[in-house]
């Protein structure tokens, strides 16, 4: 992404270029939320299955750090 201003390559807009910027390392693949799963690779259905448990998983804990911030910030009132 040129002057990583998230435009991509020629202003064309995000998630069109070869994914070499700071969220890809240089390796072709981020952590955005674009759901390339790297370079195109074609999951089957008991893969897919378990990267969305693994998703859910990974929500459920993010949502529950929040609670309990949220809650911290309610007590301190």
């Given amino acids: 992404m040129p002057r990583f201003d998230r435009t991509?390559?020629?202003?064309?807009?995000?998630g069109t270029g070869w994914g070499m910027g700071p969220c890809g390392a240089g390796m072709g693949y981020g952590r955005g939320f674009?759901?390339?799963f790297g370079w195109r690779r074609f999951y089957t259905k008991n893969?897919?299955?378990?990267?969305?448990?693994?998703e859910v998983k990974d929500l459920e804990e993010e949502l529950k750090a929040i609670q309990e911030r949220l809650a911290e910030?309610?007590?301190q009132k």
Avoid: N, V
């Fill in 73 to 75: 910030l309610k007590d």
């Fill in 47 to 54: 893969e897919e299955s378990e990267m969305l448990r693994q």
């Fill in 34 to 36: 674009g759901r390339g």
């Fill in 8 to 14: 991509g390559p020629l202003g064309s807009g995000p």
